[in-house]
């Protein structure tokens, strides 16, 4: 069955600190790729996406995320927090043959000043 | 153009007592979606639908029921409340199959407790 890791459950980090969360999915066909985020007390918004093409996307507030097919992975990268940036991040994916967009469990970001 | 809106935000239920959650769109979108969102275990699809009539099953359907029988409304009905559902829903709907598009957009979640 599909499925996806995101190993770091929950990051705490400085400010200007790099950042670099971990999504790893089990499935072989093709994919289209996700990062959400959620922000306290909001609801979920998209971060960036991957569909095809260059392998590194770039989406909103500096962050970028590498879709690297051999491993499986699409690990979302920034490369100076900032205390705004503290929210739960959730990696998705979608594989066409089955039409469902699987999430993963999240990972909860602390960012301090 | 309200977006995606949920009824109620928060709700407290006793174990049996059925109830229904509202979501409804004004966006014209065919596909919508339910999920929970429980800590350490990310947002889990329960049910879908492409279309006024379609509905699916997601994930986690056993203990949920949907219908679509407009494009605007989906509601989720639970039938029997237990403890395990207690949860945080949300909704969400989007033009195509929300694998497919970057458009999928999310309500503003109801925080349930079943006690």
């Known amino acids: 069955a599909q499925s996806v890791s995101q190993h770091n459950h929950h990051v705490i980090l400085s400010e200007a600190a790099s950042l670099e969360l971990g999504c790893n999915y089990s499935y072989g066909g093709t994919v289209n790729l996700f990062w959400y985020v959620q922000y306290p007390g909001q609801h979920l918004q998209l971060l960036l996406k991957?569909?095809?093409?260059?392998?590194l996307v770039k989406g909103i507030k500096g962050f970028e995320a590498e879709f690297i097919k051999s491993k499986f992975s699409f690990n979302l990268r920034k490369p100076s927090v900032q205390w705004s940036d503290t929210a739960e991040y959730f990696c998705?994916?979608?594989?066409?043959?089955?039409?469902?967009?699987?999430f993963g469990t999240g990972t909860r970001l602390q960012v301090f000043p | 153009n309200a977006g995606v809106t949920q009824t109620p935000k928060f709700q407290v239920l006793k174990t049996g007592q059925s109830m229904t959650l509202q979501c409804a769109q004004d966006?014209?979108?065919?596909?919508m979606s339910w999920y929970r969102q429980d800590p350490g275990m990310g947002l889990r699809l329960i049910h879908y639908s492409v279309g006024a009539g379609i509905t699916d099953q997601g994930e986690v359907p056993n203990g949920y029921n949907v219908s679509r029988s407009t494009t605007e409304d989906f509601p989720l009905r639970l039938l029997s409340a237990a403890p395990s559902q207690t949860s945080v829903y949300f909704c969400?709907?989007?033009?195509?199959?929300?694998?497919?598009?970057?458009?999928?957009?999310f309500g503003p979640g109801t925080r349930l407790t079943v006690l």
């Open positions: 969400a709907s989007s033009y195509v199959s929300p694998g497919e598009t970057d458009t999928q957009y």
């Open positions: 991957y569909f095809s093409g260059d392998p």
């Open positions: 966006m014209n979108h065919e596909y």
């Open positions: 998705a994916v979608y594989a066409y043959n089955t039409d469902k967009l699987i």
